[in-house]
């Protein structure tokens, strides 16, 4: 007993610790009580594997040793790693690099830079990778660019950064013993959680084999009227049939070549709130603005949400013309706005701001780019317009939030629970094809796997738990309404994110085969961890907690734990290939392993014995996800790309 609870200090102790260490300096990570603390890990995960003879259960012994094979692993690269950095100009030949503590280190061959270049994305100029090409001793020749690292004798070259002069700078991580241990530890994770989820008589098997969930495939119909349309007198502009014209030229926007009609509706989205503007098309609106400034600086096209903005502008109703962001002489009122309001208006300013630059670039003439030449296809023209023309966002959010009102009228009205559960179960289908068909073109039309950002990965988690919410339809209770309720909650926060263009250009990081395997395994499990959530909310308000939803609730614990485990580990491989370190303590991947360590907890029989501790417990870990996904991104990370 002394044991178990000293086992369950440590393991909280190092959560909570790695919790409370994101918010302080990063030092943290090399002081000796945090060296200590995961010593203590170590000792007590040694033990517990021993007094239990986890070794009878494979599974479960490769599982807990691999962590002792990644913490070996991180130990070893932290007494001995050499890293730093080299900057190398055209022609120049480099034979040291310079360590982070300023210290000066032989590179193991002379490496000469025979020229550094930027990629772009076609007709623009924003850059797509960076490319150094390099001439090593003995007329070798290899090429270092963004996720493509050289290795030289076990040193191995990143892109880092560049000069101005054409120079290229390049990280170099020099770390043999802990890279190996650790991917050994990622290697053992894999096996030992794939075996613990196939093993014949294993615990997963045996909760899968009482739950026997089916999808239930019933399809149907619900008729839904377009919603009404806010009517506004006709403003003075560009005649339709011009701008209608002009929809399908080919344009350079964000580093890509698009038709008009996309940036047209970005642009009036991000301004407006809506493509529409007072019965204008977006293009209309565009180049309305763009030849008539005199006229359309007076019209109130701007979105101000909060309050104490307008007020200080003088702004009635929610919307600002370009001519209320300047005084009577011509100056620029915003930036002083952020000093004279509080911090909680300091985001409304920048976001108010953001909209002026762009009024101001497309008044200068460098919004409208016209492509050098015209490399999309008249079919990927179509399919891009009629993505435009389709409101799947919003129509994926009605739908699901249509389910869970027929579901939870179904539990209401027992007369009629079957007819509008079929029904529900109908929509929710519809609700599905929507999704992926919204996934579908966006990946036809960005080119890449489509989860480089908030709202598509919000997209991506949608589409699982309704998935996940087939599955579980056959079920009575209130599991099903809860369930869809959380994916169009989710849906609902997308669309409202949609705001932003969301078909965009990837930094060159993101180019990577990675990208897509690291956040679709992060993803399905947070949806499948989330709808861990939804079952504990529903046990809990129906009181059966040691029933199906306890056994739900594991079945769910154990791929997604697993889940969650796998994209961190690839996002380290990752890292690796990308900046030649495979950790960084970076608040986004700290925090990733919080929640896996969180809901890992639950998943040990010899803490929370109470199933209704356990479904409490599962109601307050969705927190740590909350945390992971939204919290960090207002703290300064290496994943602010991903915002």
């Known amino acids: 007993m002394i044991f178990k609870y000293t086992a369950l200090t440590a393991y909280i102790g190092v959560t909570v610790s790695l919790g409370i260490a994101t918010f302080l300096s990063p030092s943290v990570y090399g002081s000796l009580w945090f060296f200590f603390l995961w010593g203590l890990f170590a000792v007590v995960l040694v033990a517990a594997m021993v007094m239990s003879k986890m070794w009878r259960n494979g599974g479960a012994f490769l599982l807990h040793l691999s962590f002792l094979a990644m913490l070996g692993g991180g130990l070893l690269t932290w007494f001995t790693q050499e890293n730093g950095r080299v900057k190398i100009a055209p022609g120049k030949e480099a034979t040291t690099f310079v360590s982070e503590e300023g210290l000066s280190h032989s590179l193991p061959v002379p490496i000469v830079l025979e020229r550094f270049e930027i990629v772009y994305y076609p007709g623009g100029e924003v850059p797509r990778d960076y490319v150094s090409a390099l001439l090593m001793d003995g007329g070798r020749r290899d090429t ?13 070259l990143c892109q880092a950064s560049y000069g101005n002069d054409g120079s290229t700078v390049l990280s170099v991580n020099h770390d043999p013993y802990g890279i190996p241990l650790s991917y050994a530890g990622y290697v053992l994770f894999t096996i030992g959680g794939c075996w613990l989820l196939v093993a014949r008589r294993g615990r997963f098997r045996s909760l ?147 909209k002026a630059g762009i009024i101001l670039t497309l008044l200068s003439g460098k919004l409208i780019v016209a492509a050098p030449d015209t490399p999309l296809s008249e079919s990927r023209v179509s399919l891009e317009l009629l993505y435009n023309s389709l409101p ?83 079920r009575e209770g209130v599991l099903f309404p809860l369930a869809v309720l959380g994916s169009g909650a989710l849906a609902l926060v997308a669309h409202l994110m949609e705001m932003n263009p ?16 690291h956040v679709s395994l992060v993803m399905t499990s947070y949806a499948l961890l989330g709808f861990t959530f939804m079952i504990a909310l529903a046990a809990v308000i129906t009181g059966d907690t040691e029933g199906k939803y306890y056994r739900l609730s594991l079945a769910m614990l154990y791929p997604g734990t697993w889940l969650l485990g796998l994209g961190i580990f690839s996002g380290a491989v990752w890292a ?36 209704r501790s356990f479904h409490v417990y599962l109601l307050f870990a969705i927190l740590s996800i909350a945390m992971t996904y939204f919290g960090v991104n207002y703290m300064n990370s290496l994943h602010a790309y991903g915002n």
């Open 144 to 156: 270092v660019s963004m996720n493509r690292v050289v290795d030289i004798e076990g040193y191995r």
């Open 208 to 354: 899968l084999r009482a739950l026997v969930v089916l999808p239930l495939l019933v399809v149907s119909v619900l008729p839904a009227d377009a919603a009404p349309k806010e009517s506004f007198p006709k403003t003075a502009g560009v005649p339709k049939s011009t701008a209608d014209s002009l929809r399908r030229q080919q344009v350079v926007y964000g580093g890509r070549v698009v038709t008009f009609n996309t940036l047209a509706r970005d642009v009036v989205t991000k301004l407006y709130g809506n493509p529409q503007f007072r019965g204008l098309t977006p293009e209309q609106t565009v180049l309305s603005f763009r030849l008539f400034p005199d006229v359309w600086k007076d019209q109130p096209l701007i979105g101000i949400k909060d309050k104490a903005l307008r007020e200080a502008l003088g702004v009635k109703g929610e919307y600002a013309s370009f001519s209320d962001l300047f005084d009577s002489v011509g100056n620029y009122r915003v930036p002083a706005l952020y000093f004279k309001l509080g911090e909680r208006q300091h985001r409304a300013i920048e976001e108010l701001d953001e």
């Open 392 to 474: 799947l966002g919003t129509l994926i959010f009605i739908l699901l939030f249509s389910v869970f009102i027929l579901s939870a009228g179904g539990l209401l009205v027992r007369r009629y629970k079957e007819g509008m559960h079929k029904i529900s179960v109908g929509v929710l289908w519809l609700a599905l094809i929507a999704s992926v068909a919204n996934f579908a073109i966006q990946w036809i039309l960005s080119e890449r796997f489509p989860v480089a950002n908030t709202y598509e990965t919000l997209q991506f988690a949608v589409l699982v738990i309704e998935v996940l919410s087939l599955l579980v339809a056959r």
């Open 502 to 517: 969301v078909v965009t250009p990837l930094m060159p990081v993101l180019h990577s085969p990675w990208l897509s395997l």
């Open 576 to 611: 690796n290939v990308s900046w030649g370190q495979y950790w960084s303590w970076d608040p986004k991947e700290t925090w990733a392993l919080i929640t896996l360590f969180v809901y890992a907890l639950p998943l040990h029989r010899s803490f929370l014995r109470s199933p």
